[in-house]
């Protein structure tokens, strides 16, 4: 009987040690008031956007060990990776010579303080990738609320392998969910909101490779300087 006991233990503890690995899709849905956007219309902010290349529709994430991949279908084809080994994340865009670093230990990307946001828990329901699923919202103090669902059986996470991610309350979030988002909703003032849905998900292996940074070198002093200054973040140039 003890023995027994041990062995169900033992496959309990190693169940819920085991974390996601594999690729998540998400739509990205976009909704604009119009009436409180100074006179512009949805489909001029949205036209912006795409202009810049900031628009995409939709996001596909990869994660491994506490490492994740986030790449967009933009029009720049931007590539966000994440590396647990130096908690820093990486900005690539494509045909872009420079390499936005951040420090994931940091909370926000610019140097800009905001206030810790105040959390939320949410018990209804509400289905998602055909999981019933709760929520918790962050509220930033009349600025913007930010909302994350997820199934606490489904895409878990264990949240000590992001421990040091600190950005955008990440290891926060995970500490209370230990799942990844079935949906993420973010809204600005009642100005905008952007919600990411989860439409697709594969457990599977994923290679080493997916999280490799480009070979870089160190950027032109000024340029540096100015990313550092007004953001607080550090910048590379990719190695010919």
Same mark, same amino acid.
């Given at each position: 009987?003890?023995?027994?006991?041990?062995?169900?233990?033992?496959?309990?503890?190693?169940?819920?040690?085991?974390?996601?690995?594999?690729t998540?899709?998400?739509? #990205?849905?976009?909704?604009i008031?119009?009436d409180?956007?100074?006179?512009?219309?949805?489909? @001029?902010?949205? /036209?912006?956007?795409?202009?810049?290349?900031?628009?995409f529709?939709?996001?596909?994430?990869?994660?491994?060990?506490?490492?994740?991949?986030?790449?967009?279908?933009?029009?720049?084809?931007k590539r966000?990776?994440?590396?647990?080994s130096?908690?820093?994340?990486?900005?690539?865009?494509?045909?872009?010579?420079?390499v936005?670093i @951040?420090?994931?230990?940091?909370? *926000? *990307?610019?140097?800009?303080?905001?206030?810790? %946001?105040?959390?939320?828990q949410?018990?209804?329901?509400?289905?998602?990738a055909g999981? =019933?699923?709760i929520?918790?919202? !962050?509220?930033?103090?009349?600025l913007g609320?930010?909302?994350?669902?997820?199934?606490d059986?489904?895409?878990?996470?264990?949240? =000590?392998?992001?421990?040091?991610?600190?950005?955008?309350y990440?290891?926060?979030?995970l500490? +209370?969910?230990?799942?990844?988002?079935?949906?993420?909703?973010?809204?600005?003032?009642? !100005?905008m909101e952007? +919600?990411?849905?989860?439409?697709?998900y594969v457990?599977?292996?994923? %290679?080493?490779?997916?999280?490799?940074?480009?070979? !870089? /070198?160190? *950027? =032109?002093?000024?340029?540096?300087? #100015?990313?550092?200054?007004t953001?607080?973040?550090d910048?590379?140039?990719?190695?010919?």
């Amino acid at each position: 009987m003890n023995k027994l006991l041990l062995l169900l233990c033992i496959v309990s503890t190693t169940m819920y040690a085991q974390s996601f690995e594999g690729t998540l899709t998400y739509k #990205i849905e976009y909704d604009i008031q119009t009436d409180k956007a100074f006179g512009v219309s949805k489909g @001029q902010i949205l /036209e912006t956007l795409k202009e810049s290349g900031d628009y995409f529709d939709t996001l596909t994430i990869r994660i491994k060990d506490g490492n994740y991949e986030k790449t967009a279908n933009s029009k720049e084809r931007k590539r966000i990776v994440y590396t647990s080994s130096d908690h820093k994340i990486y900005t690539i865009d494509n045909g872009f010579e420079y390499v936005l670093i @951040q420090n994931a230990k940091k909370y *926000a *990307a610019t140097k800009i303080q905001f206030g810790k %946001p105040t959390f939320t828990q949410n018990d209804s329901l509400t289905t998602i990738a055909g999981k =019933e699923c709760i929520s918790i919202t !962050l509220d930033w103090n009349g600025l913007g609320q930010e909302t994350y669902f997820y199934n606490d059986t489904f895409l878990n996470i264990d949240p =000590e392998l992001f421990k040091d991610h600190k950005f955008e309350y990440f290891y926060d979030i995970l500490k +209370r969910t230990k799942s990844y988002p079935t949906q993420i909703n973010k809204s600005l003032n009642g !100005l905008m909101e952007i +919600r990411m849905i989860l439409v697709d998900y594969v457990s599977e292996e994923i %290679p080493d490779s997916s999280f490799d940074i480009p070979e !870089l /070198e160190p *950027a =032109e002093k000024e340029y540096t300087d #100015i990313i550092k200054e007004t953001t607080g973040n550090d910048v590379m140039r990719i190695k010919n």
